[in-house]
Every structure is written in C-alpha cells, then in structure tokens.
C-alpha cells in the first residue's frame, strides 16, 4: 500500500510539472515573437516526453506488479546464496524456458537479489513480453 501511495503521489507531482510546463510554453506563445513561439516548442516538447516516459514507467510497474501476483517460486529455488539462484535461473532459460514468463521473472528477481537493476529491468520486460503471448 505504501508503495501505490508513493506512485500516486509521483504522478500527480508530474502532473503539476506538466501544467507548469504548459503554463509557461502558453507564456511564450502569447509573447507573440519568434523567439517566444521556438521557446513554447521546446518547452512542448519537453512535456511531451515528460508525459510519455512517465506514461510508460507507470504500464512497466502495472505490468511487472501483476506478474509478481501471480508468481510462484519453482520448487528448486534457492533461498540462501543470491548467486546460486541466479545460476539457477540462467541455466533453467538456457534448458528451453526462454518463452516461459515465468523463468524470466524468476531471472528478474535474482538480477534484483544481486543488485543489477539494469537487467532486472530487462528479465523483468522479456517475462511482460512472454506474458503478453
């Protein structure tokens, strides 16, 4: 529940990021001059982004948080060693589980365990992409 309050709280500051955004590009097209109209596209452009990355993450942590729900660890992980069931995980995506959602989550969560971000972020998109079929 703390988490969705934190993600809520995020987006709406966002939001007030945006409308601040588009409150100042309106600034500058109503200052009428060139200058004025190539400062509110810039400025556009940046909310563009602004909203669409942030549009994109909140689909990631959507997608990523119903795959955690219906997740169960395999019999044979390992709850010690973080890098046994990293091995572990590999080797069950290297045996043929490659179109399996569920061993790419698992990879994901043993990127996690070992404090690589980067590609539990990437296991954790392979196993939304198998999920999705």
Do not use: C
Request: aromatic residues 12%.
């Amino acid at each position: 529940m703390k988490d969705r309050i934190l993600v809520t709280v995020l987006v709406l500051v966002t939001a007030a990021y945006a409308w601040g955004l588009g409150w100042i590009a309106w600034g500058f097209v109503r200052a009428g001059s060139a200058l004025g109209y190539g400062m509110a596209l810039g400025i556009a452009i940046l909310l563009v982004l602004t909203v669409w990355v942030t549009w994109r993450e909140v689909l990631f942590g959507l997608s990523a948080g119903r795959l955690a729900g219906r997740y169960e660890p395999p019999p044979g992980a390992i709850d010690g060693d973080p890098r046994e069931e990293f091995e572990a995980a590999r080797t069950a995506l290297e045996d043929g589980a490659g179109s399996e959602w569920r061993a790419w989550f698992r990879l994901a969560l043993a990127y996690d365990a070992l404090r690589d971000r980067k590609g539990a972020r990437m296991a954790t998109r392979r196993a939304i992409d198998a999920a999705r079929g």
